[in-house]
């Protein structure tokens, strides 16, 4: 039996066949084109995952189970999606509509949920008891699994780890509170104190990497500067580490999972980010000498919201399953 | 069968025998008088429960199972406790010590946990698939409940929710960090702040409910005048409410539990505080019109840790239990 995964973005939406393993069998993508009803998107939602069955293969038969990561909030029971707020989408009815074009049983989570899952199925956490992995993109999203399986809270709110409040009065946010972790954690708040510090410094490194023009600085500048040792840019790079460093172990002072997954595009710097969140974080542990979560870099990509979504169909192994 | 639970503290060591429903049978105590070798405390505890049970009646064969909540942390694989700063131990073996008294399994988990285990077996959490449970006394501790079951961690160092850093670079606290979440809702951070406005403004009600000793002055104090309406203590008590919402919704950003349980000191305030937290909360939530964590005051007080701790050694319910 295979799953299909549907990874949903504001640009493109992926569709993936996925076997019991989270192995990628074969995918296609269509465009999101924003702004549509939702009965066209989910048309070609629809017809896009009947294309890409055909040209791997398979046929309904085949197919155990849908999986949908939305960059949003969805009903479990019902399977509407309640909120996504990129798309426009307020109570879209996304399992009935897709299941018009396949009729298997749909499950629909949070993007960074499914992505944080598709890592403790076959990437960095697999066989993990429990992670929490963290996007660091234009916001922060967050992924917590325990006990093997994905958890978005109660009542499906959960796991918003961008908006714990880290600073009291400190940064206002989009959500409308102020000092949520996002607004340190993201890639955008690179860029932020990245032009803050290159108006200051103008012999930056940083200046000349973007030609002059700052409204085209990037995270990545930031990061290419600092493995420059460009000073200014290394300061800044220190205290994105440091906000990371806190982010991290408000995980491990709370939930204490056995690893934290550092994701999305700001994880890209790969090591040289990691090493250093790894020789900082230390500092903050309350309990100095003993075992606490192992921090990694996520390894599957942009593949992680398919394979993830589609491991949300994947049956639960049971602990006394009998042969 | 019936269960040992035992709520070890720095003045006294509460034992316990509790049925499988939760309820308290008999129950003794024997001083800590701490400073002694730890073999002389685990000897007063191991006679004190002997008499527990030869009290109430019950047999070695009665009994199933110890619990032992500690104020500190555990190894879950081997029963040694391995922190427990009040008590001045470290690396003790708690289990094996006690297993010379009443041979049975030894369960070890931190006090908050247990606490908080306690009220999702039998109080006001009964019946939650998951609750987090905050203890407002002179710290703050934590624990979480998932899927019926205490959760401290895959490595035993999670809940630890009152050093969730709340403010970067505020209020230093003992642990080295600074703007952990207690020195902001600990019932020493009502005192702090009463104490500070007290200063400022000698005319306010909870100086002459002190006896004009601000030394005297409690968190009581602060709650009592502001239930009297006096300006300074209501603002002091609102700014309270404030932090302690925004330490209930760092848990349901995060974690989305079915319920939010205030234990401890601060929360005998019962629906004083309640009431205030319940009406201010919808503010911070990111998703204002979804349903979030029920926020409610403990109910099994003092007992909470004998009962949570015997509760550890109950046979967990298994969905697919074949008889």
Avoid at 48 to 56: F, P
Avoid at 114 to 130: D, K, L, P
Avoid at 239 to 256: N, P, R, W
Wanted: with cysteine; aromatic share 8%.
């Amino acid at each position: 039996m295979v799953y299909i995964g549907i990874d949903v973005g504001g640009t493109g939406i992926k569709i993936g066949v996925v076997d019991e393993a989270g192995t990628l069998l074969c995918q296609g993508e269509t465009p999101t084109l924003v702004g549509r009803p939702y009965e066209d998107i989910i048309r070609d939602m629809g017809n896009c995952m009947l294309r890409v069955m055909e040209d791997g293969g398979y046929t309904a038969e085949d197919v155990e189970a849908i999986g949908v990561g939305i960059p949003g909030i969805a009903d479990a029971a019902t399977g509407n999606v309640i909120f996504c707020t990129n798309m426009g989408w307020k109570d879209v009815p996304l399992r009935t509509e897709l299941q018009k074009y396949l009729n298997k049983p749909v499950h629909i989570d949070n993007d960074a949920t499914v992505a944080g899952f598709a890592e403790s199925v076959c990437g960095v956490s697999a066989g993990c008891h429990s992670s929490v992995f963290i996007t660091l993109g234009t916001g922060v999203g967050g992924g917590i699994v325990i006990g093997g399986r994905p958890w978005s809270g109660f009542h499906g709110v959960g796991s918003e780890i961008g908006h714990i409040p880290m600073d009291i009065g400190g940064e206002p946010c989009s959500c409308g509170n102020y000092g949520c972790l996002e607004r340190y954690c993201s890639a955008t708040a690179i860029i932020r104190m990245g032009k803050q510090m290159v108006l200051q410094h103008p012999d930056s490194l940083m200046y000349d990497m973007c030609g002059g023009d700052i409204s085209k600085l990037t995270a990545k500048t930031v990061f290419d500067a600092a493995k420059e040792e460009d000073d200014v840019a290394m300061k800044v790079f220190n205290h994105y580490v440091d906000y990371l460093c806190k982010a991290c172990y408000t995980i491990i002072a709370f939930l204490d999972p056995e690893m934290i997954v550092l994701g999305g595009g700001v994880s890209k710097a790969g090591s040289f980010l990691l090493k250093a969140v790894q020789e900082r974080i230390p500092r903050y542990l309350l309990f100095k000498t003993l075992p606490y979560s192992r921090i990694e870099i996520a390894r599957l990509g942009a593949d992680a919201g398919m394979i993830g979504a589609a491991m949300l169909g994947k049956p639960i192994k049971e602990a006394s399953s009998n042969g």
